[in-house]
């Protein structure tokens, strides 16, 4: 069977105030049988051409005092021959009912088009005209007015004695001057039984309501609102103040109006109020059907039954509209292609499967609020999946339905036996085989967001396991920062890396600095150790002991001879007098240009240094020119423009070159020292030959001597020569300098650190800047940004779980509190949660605490220990660690969310996945239709009310929302535009079927009532809609 209204409510323009040729101030040609002639069928069919011809697709006959003119088109359209009507007319009518005020007060009750003539005529007798309080019929119309007073009938053009002698013309006094009572009136629409009438009248529109003065005739005016649900009115903000709705137009009235009208919404409406098939283009005095004035349109978005009237009255906010087009239309049909028209699934050209599972599905989707509904398996997570298949969604991990265990099975079966396609209202369609994901690299048509989404997007960020939901939330960011503050950055990383590129450098620098000094800390606890210590004192001792030895065998004195020596042998000892003293000097010599060598070496070196620093600096500035050069381009300027920059290597030059000259130098003289001691050795040879005994034997004496001491002097050495004595003695006062040494590289490494906190708090500062569109749009949302107070936040973010983990890959967990891994995560923890990483000193202090838990672990390991290197893992050193620690590589800037001023780690599982929807659905500006898999998942009733209901009411305003629920809260208090009701038949060759439509369809409510966990009573905020 076809269904009607398969998309479910839909806005359609509604003009319930028309008239007919039946009507005593018809414009055109009248009835003049009745209805019954010849020439009244052929009006009849003019005017259903008409009906069908115009834009409305329900209308409401309000024909004066009576209902001939539906009662006319009833018998026509039940004619064989007769033309079809494509519309849907509701019988109505217009009466006057006498009131407190100068004119006349005009009032309407229109009914269900399924009503029995017996019923309307019941109606016309319970109403009661104000003189005569006879029942209202033409000869009671006709006796009213003959009681007139020739004044009365005078006024509004007529003659006592002609309207007491011509029935026709009494009859039209009597319709354009007869009053009913107010009480007659209102008792005929609540005799109307089964809800197949409403109360209608016109408010600010000719004689209506308002020109009765309310506070003078208050119960008066107070009966009439409290027994119409529908108003007519066509000025802005009144209709929206009959609704609930405050905006600027109603702002000085809206909260007295509302107490007026008891706070219940009525039903505005704007109708045409034709007198003619046709209007005349350009006079709004001479409007046909459709033709609202000043292009009031009204727009009811249900199904255009009874029924949706219905549900219409029942949440006027979300289902009327009266202007040219709703919002929402406007935005449809600018955005076709984020919109889907349809589902189909059919199985593949090549299946031979006998089941049917889908095969020849085709679901229509409204473009707002679509609930699927279901018995447990009936197939509606099966739809959702598909969607979001076909609409290219990343998410497939999360479906529920086609995964392995279930519609795809072994080699993807049965599910590679069926195809789907998605149609769009502009745009080619899209296909897949429900066996195979999209590919990576396919754009999402659609946003999947299932329940196992929700949470391992929250779990894994409040963990700090994964960058998904900091992902989302940047590309929402970026989403709201105007194109010209994006500096030609396609995506947030984009933007990061062009706005931090200088905070980049400086932190690299920094970090660099810190390791050298993380190194310097590292190398002095290490020297700190008691056992380097006792190692030099042990040295001391040994040197000491070797100079007492060398003591005891210190040469034993030879007097110089003092017998008379030869001319020859007084000759020899002359020569070795020189040679003696000139090998001191040479001796002295040897040991300047040593000095001079190491300095000229030194000189080379620094010449080295200078020249690499200044390449780096020029490899530096040659970088940070590229980075500015499309900024130079355009601004018109050139590097010349901004820099001058020259490196001088004259200098340099002229330096090195005297440097090598002077090693070049010394070289030569250390050799030329050589030779001369060479040929001074040949001569002390030849005169050591020519000494007698005596003199040979003090020449033997002076050398042993010198032997000597050259070897006490090696063993005393200088401060200079590291194992000498005095170099072990010099060490032990650099050793005793060092805890003030190292007290200086641990505040340096403060500085540096804080250097590095400076630069992340900069980066910190600059990101919470770019989310100040975002941030401007929710408090812009009153629903957002008051009621949720949903708030982004910038903070230096860490996490313990990636600080315990990186940590402990450095040093063992074999101590203490770091003595097993629960235990030691815990202590990581307790120490980073009681720290505010987003401020300076907390972070220090974290990291202090840290470096002191460990040497304290360290010292109980052994005793006097200065550095940590006995908690290593092999292959690691302390520096790693400082490093980990003081660099702060494990903080940075990381987006967040505060939902009602509570941070997010703090919410329960619920509320994060609410908080998640309200991010989806309000903050994210993309326009793909979005679908939800049972959003209302650990939420109780009073949340889903309370939060998630508003939430989506606002959100199908901006894109198409599908959603999986078995919640009665939720489908129905949303007042989901759309039901899709799925069922699976396994004795009918697996067949799964979907039935769709509006909530107020009879069938669709039927399966509401019997699938959404309840029955009636979960549909009371609806009352007797669903009678």
Request: aromatic share 8%; with cysteine.
């Amino acid at each position: 069977m076809t269904r009607l209204y398969p998309r479910g409510s839909e806005w359609r323009q509604w003009d319930l105030h028309i008239h007919t040729p039946a009507s005593f101030h018809w414009q055109g040609e009248r009835f003049t049988q009745a209805g019954r002639g010849a020439r009244d069928l052929e009006l009849i069919d003019e005017m259903v051409a008409a009906l069908n011809e115009t834009a409305p697709a329900v209308y409401a006959i309000q024909d004066y005092w009576h209902f001939d003119g539906w009662f006319a088109l009833k018998r026509r359209l039940a004619d064989a021959g007769a033309p079809t009507l494509e519309k849907t007319v509701f019988p109505g009518i217009e009466l006057r009912i006498a009131a407190p005020m100068p004119g006349r007060l005009n009032a309407h009750v229109v009914f269900s088009n399924e009503i029995e003539d017996q019923l309307l005529k019941d109606f016309m007798s319970t109403l009661k005209l104000e003189i005569t309080n006879q029942p209202v019929s033409e000869h009671a119309l006709i006796t009213y007015a003959r009681n007139l007073n020739a004044d009365k009938l005078k006024v509004h053009g007529f003659d006592k004695a002609e309207v007491a002698i011509d029935d026709a013309l009494a009859l039209r006094a009597g319709h354009m001057t007869a009053e009913i009572t107010v009480d007659s009136y209102k008792a005929a629409v609540r005799c109307v039984p089964d809800g197949l009438a409403c109360g209608f009248m016109p408010f600010d529109t000719h004689d209506g309501l308002a020109s009765v003065k309310h506070l003078e005739h208050y119960a008066y005016a107070i009966g009439l609102f409290e027994s119409s649900p529908i108003f007519e009115t066509r000025n802005e903000g009144l209709w929206n103040a009959f609704v609930g709705r405050r905006v600027p137009q109603n702002e000085s009235f809206f909260d007295a109006f509302q107490e007026t009208v008891g706070r219940t919404p009525r039903l505005p409406v704007s109708g045409s109020d034709a007198h003619r098939f046709r209007g005349i283009a350009g006079d709004n005095n001479s409007r046909g059907y459709g033709d609202f004035p000043s292009q009031r349109t009204t727009w009811i978005k249900a199904d255009p039954t009874w029924r949706g009237l219905q549900q219409a009255i029942r949440e006027p906010a979300k289902r009327c509209f009266i202007g040219a087009m709703p919002p929402k239309l406007e935005r449809v049909s600018a955005n076709k292609t984020f919109y889907i028209d349809q589902i189909r699934l059919a199985k593949a050209g090549s299946s031979t499967l006998a089941e049917s599972w889908f095969d020849g599905c085709t679901v229509p989707l409204n473009p707002d609020l679509v609930a699927i509904i279901g018995n447990k398996g009936s197939g509606k997570s099966a739809l959702a999946d598909v969607l979001a298949l076909v609409g290219n969604s990343q998410q497939h991990a999360h479906f529920s339905f086609l995964k392995a265990d279930r519609f795809r099975g072994k080699a993807g079966e049965p599910a590679r036996q069926f195809e789907g396609e998605l149609r769009w209202l502009a745009g080619e369609p899209t296909r897949a085989n429900l066996a195979d994901n999209p590919a990576a690299d396919r754009v999402e048509l659609v946003r999947y967001v299932p329940q196992g989404r929700f949470e391992a997007l929250c779990n894994e960020h409040v963990t700090g396991r994964s960058v998904n939901f900091e992902r989302e939330l940047r590309s929402v960011i970026f989403s709201h920062i105007p194109s010209e503050d994006r500096l030609g950055a396609l995506d947030f990383d984009q933007l990061i890396a062009a706005q931090e590129a200088i905070l980049r450098v400086r932190l690299d620098e920094t970090r660099k600095n810190l390791a050298s000094v993380n190194r310097a800390i590292a190398s002095i606890e290490d020297q700190l150790h008691p056992a380097t210590r006792r190692n030099v004192e042990e040295q001391i001792r040994l040197k000491s002991t070797q100079l007492a030895e060398l003591d005891l065998a210190k040469p034993e004195v030879v007097p110089a001879p003092t017998e008379t020596q030869s001319p020859a042998q007084e000759a020899a000892a002359v020569t070795l007098a020189e040679i003696a003293a000139e090998n001191q000097r040479l001796d002295a010599e040897v040991r300047t240009i040593a000095e001079n060598a190491v300095a000229a070496a030194a000189r080379r070196k620094a010449v080295r240094n200078v020249r690499e620093r200044l390449a780096l600096l020029r490899s530096q500035v040659g970088s940070a020119m590229s980075e500015v050069a499309e900024d130079l381009s355009l601004l018109d300027l050139t590097e010349a423009d901004v820099l001058l920059f020259e490196i001088k290597d004259g200098q340099l030059a002229a330096a090195e070159e005297q440097a090598v000259a002077s090693a070049a130098t010394l070289a030569a003289r250390t050799g030329e020292i050589e030779a001369t001691r060479q040929g001074h050795a040949d001569r002390l040879t030849a005169a050591t030959e020519a000494l007698n005994g005596p003199q040979r034997a003090y020449q033997d004496f002076l050398g042993r001597m010198k032997a000597w001491q050259g070897s006490a002097d090696a063993i005393e050495g200088t401060a200079d020569v590291p194992d000498s004595r005095r170099g072990l003695q010099a060490r032990l006062q650099q050793l005793d300098a060092l805890p003030a040494t190292l007290a200086e590289r641990r505040a340096e490494r403060s500085r540096l650190a804080g250097e590095v906190l400076d630069v992340l708090a900069l980066q910190r500062d600059q990101r919470s800047r770019l989310f100040e569109p975002v941030q401007a749009l929710v408090r812009e949302n009153a629903l957002v940004g008051e009621e949720y107070r949903l708030q982004f936040e910038s903070n230096l973010a860490a996490y313990h779980d990636a600080v315990a983990e990186k940590l402990f890959s450095l040093i063992k967990q074999s101590i203490g509190e770091l003595r097993g891994e629960d235990e030691s995560r815990a202590a990581i923890k307790s120490r980073l949660e009681a720290r505010d990483m987003n401020d300076r000193a907390g972070a220090l202090a974290f990291a202090d605490e840290v470096d002191a838990l460990l040497h304290e672990l360290a010292r109980q390991r052994t005793p006097d220990q200065a550095d940590i290197n006995g908690l290593m893992r092999k292959d690691r050193s302390p520096a790693e660690v400082y490093d980990l620690l003081y660099a702060f590589e494990y903080l940075e800037p990381k987006y967040t969310l505060l939902f009602q001023d509570t941070q997010i780690e703090q919410l329960s599982p619920g509320q994060r996945g609410a908080l998640l929807l309200i991010f989806y659905l309000l903050v994210d500006r993309k326009r793909n239709p979005i679908i939800l898999d049972q959003p209302e998942e650990n939420l109780d009733n009073e949340t889903i009310v309370s939060l998630l209901v508003p939430v989506l009411n606002a959100a199908k305003e901006n894109r198409q929302i599908i959603m999986v629920t078995h919640n009665p809260n939720l489908a129905v208090v949303c007042d989901a535009e759309q039901i899709v009701f799925a069922e699976f038949d396994r004795k009918a060759l697996c067949s799964i079927s979907y039935l769709s439509g509006a909530i107020e369809d009879v069938e669709l409510n039927k399966a509401v009532v019997n699938v959404l966990e309840g029955t009636k009573p979960a549909f009371d905020n609806r009352g007797r809609k669903y009678q």
